[in-house]
C-alpha cells in the first residue's frame, strides 16, 4: 500500500466520517484497517475514498463514506449478533459488519455484483459472510430471524417480511420515505408486534427493487 492510499484512507476518516457524529472507536478502526479501494470497481479505484457514492452497475451505488459510517455506528453491532443485509452491493459494508458481528448473511438481485463481492471477502479473508443470489423482497425467506436486519437501499415502507427476519429485542435498519428526502430510521422490535423507531438522518439513496413509491396518475 502507498503512502498516498494510506493518507487518502485516513483523510477520509478523519475528514469525512468522523466530523458527521461517527465517534465510534469500533467503527472508526473498522473503516481504518479494512481496504475499502479493494471493494471498489477497478475503473474506480482513484475515487475509493472521494465524499461520492460510486456506481456499481444496475442502477446500484456503494455508498458514501459518512453513510457506511453513520449505519455502522447506529447498528452498534455486538460480537454475537447476526446480521442479515438485503443488498450486497460491493460487499464493503458486508466486511465491515462482519468485523463487528458474528456473521452476515447479505442478499444481492445481481448475480454479477453477488460473485464479485463473494471475491473481494474472500481476497479480504473475511469468512463470516454467507452471500445468497436472490431478491429478498420478492421471495418468501424461512422462519430465520436475526438480531440485525440491514436494508442497503431505499424503501417506501418497511416491507412486513423483512420486519417478520427481526427477532424479539433485535433491529432493523433502513431508509425510507419519498426521494429525494428519505430517513435513515433505526426500528427496534419490543416484542411480536411492538415496535419502536427513531430517525436519524436523511439523505437520498436509490430504492431497492420492488420497494418504490407507488405510482400516482394525475388526469
Same mark, same amino acid.
Given at each position: ?126 469468512? +463470516? ?80 427493487? +420492488? ?9
Amino acid at each position: 500500500m502507498s503512502i498516498d492510499t494510506e493518507l487518502a484512507r485516513h483523510n477520509m476518516v478523519e475528514n469525512q466520517i468522523r466530523p458527521w457524529e461517527v465517534l465510534d472507536v469500533r467503527v472508526l478502526d473498522t473503516l481504518r484497517e479494512l481496504r475499502r479501494e479493494a471493494f471498489v470497481p477497478e475503473h474506480l479505484r482513484h475515487l475509493a475514498f472521494a465524499d461520492m457514492a460510486l456506481p456499481l452497475g444496475h442502477g446500484e451505488f456503494m455508498f458514501k463514506p459518512v453513510i457506511e459510517g453513520r449505519i455502522l455506528q447506529a447498528l452498534a453491532l455486538a460480537a454475537d449478533e447476526r446480521v442479515l443485509e438485503v443488498g450486497t452491493g460491493s460487499g464493503f459494508l458486508t466486511a465491515c459488519m462482519a468485523r463487528l458481528a458474528a456473521s452476515v448473511t447479505s442478499v444481492e438481485r445481481h448475480a454479477d455484483l453477488a460473485d464479485a463481492a463473494r471475491k473481494r471477502l474472500a481476497s479480504a479473508h473475511i469468512g +463470516n459472510v454467507r452471500v445468497e443470489t436472490g431478491d429478498a423482497l420478492g421471495e418468501a425467506r424461512t422462519s430465520e430471524t436475526f438480531d440485525v436486519v440491514v436494508l442497503g437501499g431505499g424503501v417506501y415502507a418497511i416491507p412486513e417480511q423483512l420486519r417478520a427476519c427481526v427477532r424479539p429485542g433485535g433491529r432493523l435498519f433502513a431508509f425510507v420515505g419519498e426521494s429525494p428526502a428519505l430517513q435513515a430510521v433505526l426500528a427496534t422490535r419490543e416484542g411480536p408486534a411492538q415496535w419502536t423507531q427513531r430517525s436519524l438522518f436523511e439523505t437520498d439513496v436509490p430504492y431497492l427493487h +420492488n420497494a418504490e413509491p407507488p405510482r400516482r396518475f394525475s388526469l
